[in-house]
């Protein structure tokens, strides 16, 4: 019997795009899985659109929340519900490519990894492809301090091993980069597998477009989480701020050129694009 992995979603006003990562779930083709759903409160109709699947999937549960945590808090009550030896996570407006679950759990249990990610492609909010996120394929402690490698919504680990890792629910950023960094800190470090298996959307209204609250978010998760000096901090968040103004104005750059050039976006990830692998490209 293969091992149940369970996958936290939490949803706070997604109805745009949620049924496009439910159903990613559902073309898995690893079928031993687990979707816990948290609906945050949301005002818009995402809870009644996870309500439809949580009736039409017995493995697809939902949470209701009456009154908004925080997607760290959400992720947390997600986490006591998840019954599987391996837990993921997938974001609410992010999808995954069909063969995701499958080649990342058998890359694990070849490899004895209990830490895993992959590439990345980005989606604009219309679900074109507009770039690529290729990561280290070895990634640790000192490693994410400089910079962030991992999308979050394409981590696997095993629980057997970890243990269920609880979210800072009083960091309402980077919240995720904590957990990480929990994670490598005890020496271990996160592989990823070098395939395009995860789509991360890009959207100017989410948390992560917001640089300047995000520069603040950084600075103190290098010095309350992590409890470094202010020379290190200093150091790191130096790495992270060059790093993370090069990553952008490539992007930035990228679309403009695409949109000046008339040049197209790169359409949907269908299944065959589980053969993509970081050999092409």
Not at 30 to 40: G, K
Not at 87 to 98: E, K, P, Y
Not at 201 to 229: F, H, P, T
Request: charged share 25%; with cysteine.
């Amino acid at each position: 019997m293969k091992a149940l992995v369970s996958i936290v979603m939490p949803v706070y006003n997604s109805a745009r795009y949620l049924s496009e990562a439910i159903e990613s779930v559902r073309q898995q083709s690893y079928p031993h899985w687990q979707l816990i759903i948290v609906d945050d409160a949301s005002e818009d109709e995402s809870r009644a659109i996870a309500r439809r699947y949580a009736r039409c999937d017995a493995r697809i549960e939902l949470v209701e929340l009456a009154v908004n945590v925080g997607a760290a808090a959400a992720r947390n009550r997600g986490l006591e519900r998840a019954r599987g030896r391996y837990l993921a996570f997938l974001d609410s407006d992010d999808r995954w490519a069909a063969c995701k679950l499958e080649r990342q759990i058998a890359y694990m249990e070849a490899e004895g990894v209990c830490f895993s990610c992959s590439y990345a492609y980005v989606l604009d909010a219309q679900g074109r492809i507009v770039d690529e996120l290729r990561c280290p394929l070895s990634i640790r402690y000192n490693d994410l301090l400089k910079t962030n490698h991992i999308v979050h919504s394409s981590v696997v680990y095993d629980a057997s091993i970890l243990g269920k890792q609880q979210y800072p629910s009083h960091f309402p950023r980077h919240e995720d980069i904590a957990v990480w960094l929990r994670i490598l800190k005890e020496g271990r470090s996160c592989c990823a597998v070098p395939e395009f298996l995860t789509m991360w959307r890009r959207r100017k209204d989410s948390i992560s477009s917001d640089k300047i609250e995000a520069m603040y978010w950084e600075w103190k998760l290098l010095r309350e989480i992590e409890g470094l000096g202010v020379v290190q901090s200093v150091y790191y968040f130096s790495h992270w701020a060059v790093r993370g103004m090069v990553k952008h104005m490539k992007m930035a750059l990228k679309g403009d050129v695409q949109a000046a050039s008339g040049l197209p976006f790169r359409r949907h990830v269908s299944r065959d694009q589980c053969r993509h692998s970081a050999r092409s490209g």
